[in-house]
């Protein structure tokens, strides 16, 4: 261990904690803002400059955002394209991964560069509307997760993670009777869970941001994810309860608390699935596989 | 030996086999490579594929008994259902034609309708777009105006009318290449009166000034004394005359406006920034900046967060004098009949106590005073090329425009839904003026029924009598008190993309000025440096855009 007796070391330790410290509070504070305004009943006054607590708590401007029903419609769209789009693509890139890894895949060199080649460069946005056009996907939730099933990215994270494993671990499956199958599913996966859990927060919480492909592809109002629901409340302010002709109400509904309420209502659920998954990211280790 | 010759077999084999999937899966890679280039010419009739819950059904029999537009003109929200309310009524009520609802979300419009044009599927009706950019792009139909004179009389009879009284062709701007027509024509009534200019009359009883200023050596002593003499009387000094939203109505008071041409007493055009008057003008920004008497944050808006017409300076008692925002913003609550008095209500809730006027723009030095005002005219969508090619069908869509922009009733229940249940006549002073009802009364809830611009092409059209009606008293308030008053100066150039080196030029340009303006007023550079600036302008661009215009203004 570094002797951190002297003086030098502990002002530089002192420094560094209090500038790291600076930092993320400045990261810190703006959630915090948004969250203080929103929980702020605007009759009391509105929160300018820095405040560190509402003036009046009040839970109305959160009623008031989940009694839309849109933002419910946005809660189902959301769910669904995240749990199927998530599963999907964990399917396929593991698979593929799999695949890839294997050094002896017939043509390996001739498939990795052709999966590389799309990651540098893709066709533009109209040519990917053409596309998915025609094949019939328009206005359908397919559009949503078939696109970016597989990200090239996450594969070749995958199958460099799983190139990490001793080939050993194959052979023995192998002589033990498996098929590519079974090695794959009941050895190779099990053993990859850090890997697994990165890629499918990733892919989860790319899901469950995702707003744009929503708006191009999806025509129907009804199917819109919660993002775009989201986006249509924070940057238009059209919605029901924001957008007013007469610009009245100036003391019972105050545009800016609605907004952060709803901003806090699309990530609120994703805020708490990601503690879950991180207990992953530091689990698999090899120990006791390989034995004599 | 055996099994080694059964090895070499089962070796090449597979190989063999290898070699098959690897051809067969590289062929599936290519299979995706397809041909859709019938996919733009089967979308030229008039069922689209991109419509929400669509059956495709063959044109022939649709033709034959009604007339299909499919609809992409706005919205604010979405749809109450595939066929809201107002769509229905007004079907039922014409009998023989049909409306499809495109929904696109508003915040990435002009990207969605760009999808929709390059996928082949473009709506007959497009509104909410850039008229010009899809006129240069050659994908809207034109007509003539003889043609639309025959199919729509009542609308043109209209659109005469209304230009001889405002002096200003509303024919003229919707021909994009000088002949033919590419959009509706139509006005706005809103745009009939200029930005007002508003005092803290309370702050000036108290500085003991009785009347409201009205010229600018008036103005001028009312500012040094908002400024020195604490009128809130809170003993602090933190009260300031002016900030950027009266900039307008002082470089009116100079003969000038920025960011607009502005007619020389022979004819041309020049750009406002560049004349003379806006040098005065800047000096006399300057002179106040330098004594304290202009805000010195006014490189910030006024408006501070919030609904975006509220003057926050003012409304908190910050300055005493703006011109922020437009007239119907400032119009006394009227109650019910409220055109949108944002920035009064604003105020009253914020100053229980206070009061402001409406007063004049300042009068200058030689006599010349005014505010920013926007043209009457107003553009309305565009039509697809193969909805305008078909004429029969086209000429049926005017005559529908020719009814719902002119029968009163009609027009009323195309913009906010039916009579008695979402709007009702109302009085406002003796006059007719329409009431919307409390649970219709934001935009979204009026799209969702299929209000506002969704079968018309604007909320406005061509009658400026139905849209007084529609606006409630805020028009009628404004005719009475606004007339008299009614100093602005508009853009002699109907819209920046009429001039063709526009793009490439005026964003430089307008840096190149506001660093210039605000640097002056700040003191950071002399006056003398205005000249400069201008000789910049012509020779960055400028004197391009002078000579265009100047062709442009020649042709109306």
């Not at chain 1, 043509?107 to 052709?114: A, C, E, G, S």
């Not at chain 1, 859990?197 to 025509?219: C, Q």
């Not at chain 2, 406002?428 to 079968?455: F, R, W």
Request: charged share 20%; proline share 4%; with cysteine.
């Amino acid at each position: 261990m570094v002797n951190k007796n002297n003086i030098g070391s502990r002002i530089f330790d002192l420094c560094n904690i209090v500038m790291m410290f600076t930092f993320c509070l400045s990261i810190l504070y703006p959630f915090w803002n948004v969250l203080m305004v929103s929980l702020n009943d605007p009759s009391a006054g509105n929160l300018t400059g820095l405040s560190l607590l509402p003036k009046k708590f009040t839970l109305e401007n959160y009623k008031n955002v989940l009694s839309y029903p849109e933002i419910w419609n946005g809660y189902r769209e959301t769910i669904i394209r995240t749990v199927f789009g998530t599963c999907a693509t964990m399917l396929f890139t593991t698979t593929s991964a799999y695949a890839l890894a294997q050094h002896d895949l017939p043509n390996r060199k001739f498939w990795t560069v052709i999966v590389l080649i799309p990651m540098f460069f893709s066709g533009g946005l109209i040519p990917s509307y053409l596309n998915v056009k025609s094949l019939g996907l328009i206005d359908s939730r397919m559009s949503l997760i078939l696109p970016g099933l597989v990200s090239i990215y996450n594969l070749i994270i995958m199958r460099n993670y799983i190139m990490t494993l001793p080939k050993e671990l194959r052979e023995s499956a192998w002589i033990d009777g498996s098929n590519e199958f079974t090695t794959c599913f009941r050895i190779i996966i099990p053993l990859s869970v850090p890997i697994l859990a990165t890629v499918s927060l990733w892919t989860l919480v790319g899901h469950w941001n995702a707003w744009f492909d929503a708006i191009i592809y999806i025509n129907d109002a009804n199917k819109m994810p919660l993002q775009v629901v989201l986006r249509r409340i924070v940057m238009e302010g059209s919605s029901q309860m924001l957008n007013q002709i007469k610009a009245e109400d100036f003391g019972s509904i105050y545009p800016t608390a609605i907004k952060n309420a709803s901003i806090y209502i699309c990530t609120i659920p994703i805020l708490c699935v990601y503690p879950f998954i991180q207990k992953y990211f530091v689990k698999g280790i090899l120990i006791g596989s390989l034995k004599g | 030996m055996f099994d080694k010759y059964k090895m070499e077999v089962d070796n090449i084999m597979k190989k063999t086999m290898i070699w098959i999937f690897t051809v067969a899966l590289f062929l599936s890679v290519l299979s995706g490579c397809s041909t859709d280039k019938n996919n733009k010419e089967t979308s030229v009739t008039s069922t689209p594929t991109s419509a929400p819950v669509k059956t495709p059904t063959p044109t022939e029999t649709i033709e034959n008994e009604k007339y299909h537009y499919t609809l992409c003109v706005g919205n604010y929200g979405p749809y109450e259902s595939e066929k809201p309310t107002v769509i229905a009524y007004m079907e039922d009520f014409l009998g023989d034609v049909e409306f499809e609802l495109i929904y696109v979300e508003n915040t990435e419009r002009q990207t969605k309708v760009n999808m929709l044009i390059a996928g082949g599927t473009m709506p007959d009706v497009l509104g909410t777009v850039d008229q010009y950019a899809m006129y240069k792009e050659d994908i809207i139909g034109s007509w003539d105006e003889q043609f639309f004179r025959e199919s729509a009389p009542d609308y043109s009879v209209l659109i005469d009318t209304t230009s001889e009284e405002y002096g200003l062709d509303g024919w003229a701007v919707t021909k994009f290449d000088g002949e033919r027509m590419y959009t509706m024509p139509g006005f706005r009534i809103n745009n009939a009166f200029a930005d007002v200019v508003v005092w803290r009359d309370d702050w000036l009883t108290e500085l003991g000034i009785n009347k409201i200023p009205e010229t600018l050596n008036e103005a001028e002593e009312a500012f040094y004394a908002i400024t020195q003499d604490d009128p809130d009387g809170n003993g602090k000094d933190d009260t300031y005359g002016l900030s950027s939203g009266a900039f307008n109505s002082i470089y009116g008071a100079f003969g000038t406006m920025r960011k607009m041409w502005i007619e020389n007493s022979d004819g041309t055009l020049s750009y406002g920034d560049t004349l003379e008057g806006a040098k005065q003008a800047t000096a006399q920004l300057a002179k106040w900046y330098a004594d304290g008497v202009l805000d010195p944050e006014f490189i910030n808006s006024e408006n501070e967060g919030g609904y975006w017409a509220v003057s926050t300076k003012f409304n908190t008692g910050r300055i005493g004098y703006t011109g922020y925002a437009n007239w119907y913003h400032w119009h006394p609550d009227l109650g019910t009949a409220n055109f949108n008095a944002g920035g009064t209500l604003d105020f009253i809730a914020q100053n229980p106590d206070g009061s402001f006027k409406i007063g004049v723009p300042p009068i200058g030095p030689n006599g010349e005073r005014g505010t920013s005002q926007a043209d009457i005219r107003q553009l309305g969508t565009v039509f697809s090329k193969s909805l305008v090619d078909d004429t029969d069908r086209f000429a049926r869509l005017l005559q529908v425009y020719n009814t719902l922009y002119t029968d009163k009733d009609l027009f009323f229940t195309n913009a906010l839904g039916i009579e008695g249940t979402h709007w009702f006549y109302g009085e406002y002073d003796g006059k007719e003026i329409v009431l919307i009802d409390e649970n219709n009364s934001t935009l979204a809830q009026q799209t969702a029924i299929g209000g506002l611009p969704t079968i018309t092409t604007s909320n406005e059209g061509p009658s400026l009598e139905l849209q007084t009606i529609r606006y409630g008293g805020g028009i009628y308030w404004a005719q009475e008190n606004l007339t008299d008053i009614n100093y602005g100066y508009v853009n002699r150039v109907f819209s920046n993309s009429v001039l063709p080196s526009a793009a490439e030029y005026t964003s430089e340009l307008a840096t190149l000025m506001d660093e210039g303006f605000i640097s002056i007023i700040t003191g950071d550079q002399p006056i003398e440096y205005f000249d400069k600036m201008v000789s910049d302008w012509y020779k960055f661009g400028g004197e391009v855009l002078t000579k265009e215009a100047n062709d442009w203004y020649s042709m109306q």
